[in-house]
């Protein structure tokens, strides 16, 4: 019994060292990543390498400056998240929210949406992409450059 209330004092004592508290009044990091597109040549995500910590609340603004609609996908990347909700915003208003699990987000040209997530599980995502097809090349947007890294530690 003492060892017993020994050990539950003892974590009680040190669980902020263990771990990062009440997660549900996180305030989040935001990150930020634009689609863009060179004269529909070439597309791309900027930035293409993204870090995350595991146990952290983010929100992750996806815009769109581009004049063509755009992916993020990376299945990998939904696999090792907690997503609390995606919400969509139009002239600052809050007009969506999306819950559950997510596993590409299309944007239209001109678009945003915020990605409120906390990762879960550490790794290096190299599938990050845009599988919509080019009209004019028939090749992926990945193929024409909007590939990307995700990292979590």
């Known amino acids: ?17 263990i771990c990062k508290g009440d997660l549900t009044r996180q305030k989040p990091i935001t990150k930020i990543v634009n689609f863009n597109s060179i004269d529909g040549s070439s597309h791309m995500y900027e930035p293409n390498i993204l870090e995350f910590e595991t146990g ?9 400056k581009s004049k063509y609609k755009h992916y993020f996908t990376s299945y990998s990347f939904s696999r090792s998240i907690f997503t609390r909700k995606v919400q969509v ?8 929210e999306v819950k559950g699990d997510i596993k590409e987000i299309e944007i239209f040209p001109g ?5 409120w997530f906390v990762p879960v599980k550490t790794g290096v995502f ?4 845009c599988n919509i097809k080019d009209k004019k090349t028939n090749l992926t947007h990945s193929e ?3 590939t990307g890294t995700i990292k979590i530690y």
């Open 89 to 96: 915003n139009f002239k600052n208003q809050k007009i969506a």
């Open 126 to 129: 190299n599938d990050l992409f």
């Open 56 to 64: 952290v609340l983010y929100k992750l603004i996806l815009e769109n």
């Open 144 to 146: 024409m450059g909007m």
């Open 111 to 115: 678009q945003s949406l915020e990605w």
């Open 1 to 17: 019994m003492k060892i017993f209330f020994l050990f539950f004092f003892t974590l009680a004592l040190f669980s902020d060292v």
